[in-house]
């Protein structure tokens, strides 16, 4: 996973409070892009751009790429959120304990975008996943952090299932599996958020509790900010104007990891797959 633009501006506009636009003079000003103008009325849907987030040893280009080629990469659809990923089977419920967990997490697992094979479990029936976000230092708290794991099921069709793993707030998840909404602090006329709800870090472990051994599956993490302030709504707020209602006014901005492949013994994927 990576996030990235389809610009060609020669910028990459990621932040809603500084949104310019992706085509130039087609959507250069507020008025163009939240307009009525049937031409350029399109540009109103688009989303502002996303960032790749790379695990690099060090600030090189060897490093970067090295990165890169091992997939030890994230997406976000704009902030600086930080999301790392591991999987293994020597990790115990203190594995995120102390100073040293990062340095154990590599030593004993595997990263967001490597292969995860059955072989031996010295500790663990079942692998453990390592988790572990933060929030954009200037942008929005965290609401919640979430494992997609997809896999064919009996019948050859592909399934995915969304696993609610942490989040802010006192919230239960219901009889129907999904988490409440942790609630909304965004004053659209004024195009402001707070961040009096929400979490600024989520570091958590989890068990799949429907793992199949026998089953090949992947598994990814999606992490959400509380809501805030869609671009649109910036640039109505410029205007002295409402914020245009055939779009949303607010929006959780997210991050994604690069999946976690698990394989039964012997059917790891082929670099061809990969």
Do not use: C
């Not at 996303?50 to 997406?75: M, P, S």
């Not at 919230?171 to 006329?189: E, F, M, Q, S, W």
């Not at 869609?230 to 949303?248: C, E, K, M, Q, Y």
Request: hydrophobic share 35%.
């Amino acid at each position: 996973m990576i996030g990235s633009s389809d610009g060609h501006n020669s910028g990459s506009s990621i932040e809603e409070n500084n949104h310019f636009g992706k085509l130039g003079n087609r959507d250069a000003t507020p008025e163009i892009r939240i307009g009525k103008d049937e031409a350029f009325i399109r540009v109103k849907y688009f989303s502002a751009a996303g960032v790749a987030g790379v695990w690099a040893k060090e600030n090189t280009r060897d490093a970067i790429y090295d990165a890169l080629q091992r997939k030890e990469t994230f997406a976000t659809s704009g902030p600086r959120i930080k999301v790392r990923f591991f999987g293994g089977y020597y990790f115990n419920n203190t594995a995120m304990d102390g100073d040293n967990w990062l340095t154990d997490a590599y030593a004993n697992g595997v990263t967001m975008g490597s292969d995860l094979t059955a072989g031996p479990r010295p500790l663990n029936s079942t692998p453990s996943f390592l988790i572990h976000a933060i929030k954009d230092a200037e942008g929005a708290n965290l609401d919640r952090v979430q494992v997609v794991k997809g896999y064919l099921d009996g019948d050859g069709n592909a399934v995915e299932k969304i696993f609610e793993v942490a989040w802010a707030g006192d919230r239960t998840i219901g009889t129907d599996g999904k988490l409440p909404a942790i609630g909304n602090t965004v004053d659209i006329k004024n195009a402001t958020y707070t961040n009096t709800i929400g979490a600024v870090e989520f570091k958590t472990i989890w068990v799949d509790p429907e793992f199949d051994a026998t089953q090949s599956a992947f598994y990814y993490l999606r992490v959400l900010e509380i809501p805030t302030p869609r671009w649109s709504t910036f640039d109505a707020h410029t205007l002295g104007r409402t914020p245009p209602g055939d779009v949303a006014a607010t929006i959780q901005e997210r991050a994604w990891s690069s999946p976690i492949w698990y394989s039964p013994e012997g059917e790891a994927r082929s670099e061809t797959e990969n």
